[in-house]
């Protein structure tokens, strides 16, 4: 069974900037057009980046997509109070099949 | 503006059956693939089910396979799931997702705000 992993917890100053990844148990996820979403505590999930890279309507452009290495990467530069949330990855696996990571709680202090 | 609201959640016995739905508005639904995705209160998200635009292709993560079916109404711009052998580890909010695009490899853009479904005796 696949496993898409992220980092289970992260913190990052405000105004600074954070790099969250997202990972297969083995091999890369580059083909796997990995997309990024964000759920504050309490909320509906939202839409940040998808096909690796593209911002959603509305999403400010803090917020980048990107590969480093074997891994999909969620850049967020000049972090804010309210970014502070669960982040979760997604990977398309084939056959209409897709697949969460375990998400990743952001602090901002 | 794109709005998705489900209902048909609530309190089920194991074993029982639920239908929920997804009532769509602010875009073309027939012309968009459509998911549901699940989160169990306090954990992560889960992928559940997809179905392209025409209901050509439909997929399922494997711990709902057999048990679970989507469908779509695109005349009512509405989609489905219907439940069934439900279990204690279904409880969860089931969020309507709508796809960027007509077919299931392309990714979610746009959500609802769930319904909580709890599967207990």
């Known amino acids: 069974q696949t496993v898409v992993t992220q980092e289970p917890s992260f913190s990052v100053s405000p105004g600074g900037t954070v790099t969250l990844t997202c990972g297969l148990s083995?091999?890369?996820?580059?083909?796997?057009?990995p997309s990024w979403y964000q759920q504050p505590p309490g909320q509906a999930p939202r839409t940040l980046i998808y096909s690796t890279n593209t911002r959603s309507s509305g999403v400010p452009d803090r917020f980048s997509g990107s590969i480093l290495g074997n891994k999909a990467a969620l850049t967020i530069t000049g972090a804010q109070a309210d970014d502070e949330s669960n982040y979760y990855c997604m990977l398309y696996m084939g056959s209409g099949i897709w697949v969460f990571g375990g998400g990743t709680k952001l602090t901002v202090l | 503006e794109v709005h998705l609201v489900e209902s048909g959640g609530g309190l089920v016995q194991p074993g029982r059956s639920l239908r929920l739905s997804c009532a769509a508005s602010g875009f073309t639904f027939g012309d968009y693939a459509m998911h549901w995705v699940r989160q169990p209160p306090g954990k992560g998200l889960e992928w559940v089910s997809g179905i392209s635009w025409s209901s050509g292709t439909i997929a399922y993560a494997e711990s709902v396979k057999g048990r679970f079916t989507i469908s779509r109404d695109n005349a009512k711009s509405s989609l489905y799931m219907q439940m069934n052998s439900l279990r204690p580890e279904d409880t969860a909010f089931y969020y309507c997702?709508?796809?960027?695009?007509?077919?299931?490899?392309?990714?979610?853009?746009?959500w609802g705000q769930g319904t909580l479904v709890t599967v207990s005796s």
């Open positions: 083995s091999g890369s996820v580059s083909t796997y057009f």
């Open positions: 997702a709508k796809a960027s695009r007509w077919e299931l490899p392309y990714p979610i853009d746009h």
